[in-house]
């Protein structure tokens, strides 16, 4: 079983940076993709960013194009996601999600990790 956990969540003022993380542990897997996501209160869970594992596409929301980006460490099964210029609308819990080979969608997730900016 493979699990995901984020960290680096926080309370940041507007204009403010975090970095959040994702690690993957557990049985070894073969990633197709890893993603963010994040859900406001309210809200609906929305797409935020992700990397194709193999190639290193990056893909981001339009909200977030400039501001975030997503990058990996290159050994191991760890996602990072920085966030800069951060907004009261970023506000949310962040959610680390993997598509794993074999898979058509993602398949496993994190807990999240709340992040909160202060206006």
């Known amino acids: 079983q493979v699990q995901l956990v984020e960290s680096g969540g926080g309370l940041v003022q507007a204009g403010g940076s975090l970095r959040l993380t994702c690690t993957a542990s557990?049985?070894?897997?073969?990633?197709?993709?890893m993603g963010w996501f994040r859900q406001a209160p309210g809200k609906e869970r929305e797409f935020v960013a992700s990397?194709?594992?193999?190639?290193?596409?990056?893909y981001y929301a339009d909200s977030v194009k400039g501001r975030f980006t997503i990058s990996r460490h290159r050994v191991m099964n760890i996602v990072y996601l920085q966030m800069n210029s951060l907004t009261p609308e970023d506000t949310a819990i962040y959610y680390c999600?993997?598509?794993?080979?074999?898979?058509?969608?993602?398949?496993?997730w994190g807990q999240g990790t709340q992040v909160t900016v202060s206006s």
């Open positions: 557990g049985r070894p897997f073969s990633a197709v993709a």
């Open positions: 999600a993997v598509q794993r080979v074999g898979s058509t969608n993602y398949d496993t």
């Open positions: 990397m194709r594992w193999s190639g290193g596409n990056t």
